[in-house]
């Protein structure tokens, strides 16, 4: 995405991850362990209650109270039933949550015939200098090659998985159910929804400057973990003593994804209620939670290790391309992206999720054992302190087709660590991730390499102290036009003592009676992982949504 385009938070998880975890046997790490989730009871309840003022009520609905559909087989809503489902759903997200709405929050039903027909063209608008600027940034993490289009994968991640979305320009929430003629509704998702709708009327989250991943992902560190965190937290009331809508369990055929660029968005969602639950522990309630969105996570190093302020480190690639290359512009600015922590682990993890292929961190590494999500806590990216991507493109390029763009494309990806130590060890998961590329060493070039298959191209990476530098171009003899001075003659001089063996599973784990387990490591099952999946694709529509 254009890192001068400020992004809105919008469309949000419609089938919370750690939910789907819960279903297997996850859970959120911590979250019960804070203490009772919602005080009010029938002695603290005011005789003449308000929506605007009192917590747990909305529109004379309690959050306790019951709904003749609560005897009702299946979660068949209709239109005249709908009113007070929601309004009583919005008194248990107040009553979990403590703040109360300030405005009705319109809600429908529709099938996913209806969200597809109106949706087709929801990618459309991502072309041109974009397009070229997408394709280039997940061929950076080894994403996405140069025979495939980084958008068409973001269109396959979300696909027909939507379960809900809440839009903040209308103050909307839409549930999406599979049921086409008897539409169902999922209580869970739309408290999900709801609570979104409670956080953009009390903190107003379009204010929030979100011109990168780095700064997207920190952001809903705060705002997803917030919402992760109150769902679960329903989830569980409705499992103990709410009587709750539920749809009929379908989970369908999971969807083909891309680990690597889910990878790079998911960790709001796995790490984020951990955030939370540090900020709750400093007085036991909301206060904390409240106060941070005056003062949202700076990073994603943040959100994952909570408590440690890490503001990021300003780094502005210094343009040293010749007369045939240039920077790619889009919308009237250089065409940059920050990845932040959580990136550089999904480039060096997304592999992970694939018994059958070796990665840099594996999955024992990276699957949290308790099934709570993942750990993005790493060694390799730990000493994070700032990173900025820059897109070149030669004067030749067909800039008109992004595909053939991408021939003649390439970046300089600049990285700052906390230390030369901390530098020496991304380098040495980078040459690692080199290594699996099938990257060879170029004669007589200094720290230069050359792939001939997928990521096809020549690297060139280079260690100044606390700063790594990577250089791609289609060519060797391109990298010193885009930047100048790299690939120079001579023998390497990066040395990095000790670096890790590569992590890979040696084959399909077996079970007691010896058949072969499917199951992908550090989840329940291949289809607890693809839920998972499905919740988090609904944030890759949401930003390219918030952006038109």
Known sequence: MNSRRTRTVAVLLAVSALLVLAAVGGAVPGLLSVGPIGETTEADRADEPTTEETVGYVEGYWYDDELDVDERDGAVVEDDELEAVVYRSMARVEEIRGLTFEDDVPVEVISREEFEADNDDLFADVEGDERIQLNVNAEALFAVDRETDATEEQEAMYGGTVGGYYEPGTNQVVLVSDSAETPELDEVILGHELLHALQDQQFDLSSYDRETVDQDNAKN??????????????????????????????????????????TSIFQPYSDGPDYVDHLREQDEDWTAVDAAYDDPPASTSEVIRPGEDREPAEIDVEDRSNESWSQLEVGGEPATETYGEAGMVAMFAGDAHDSNEPSVIGPDAFFESDLGGYDYDQPYTDGWSGDELVTYVADDAETDDPAAAADRAGYVWETEWSSSEDAEQFLAGYEQ?????????????????????????????????????????????????????????????????????????????????????DSIPGFGAPAAVAATAIAVAVAIMARVRSSR
């Open 221 to 262: 560190g705060l705002i997803e973990g917030d919402a992760v965190w109150v769902e679960t937290a329903y989830e569980q009331r409705c499992s103990e003593e709410w009587d709750c809508l539920e749809p009929d369990d379908d989970a369908g055929d999971p969807p083909d994804v891309n680990w690597v660029l889910y």
């Open 433 to 517: 991730q080199l290594e699996l590329q099938d990257a060879e060493p170029v004669d007589d070039r200094q720290d230069t390499y050359a792939i001939d298959e997928a990521y096809s191209g020549a690297y060139y990476v280079d260690h100044d102290d606390e700063t790594v530098t990577i250089v791609n171009a289609p060519s060797v003899e391109e990298l010193a036009a885009i930047d100048d001075g790299a690939a120079p003659e001579g023998e390497d001089t990066i040395e990095v003592d000790d670096a890790p063996e590569l992590e890979a599973d040696d084959g399909a784990e077996t079970g007691d009676g010896g058949d072969e387990d």
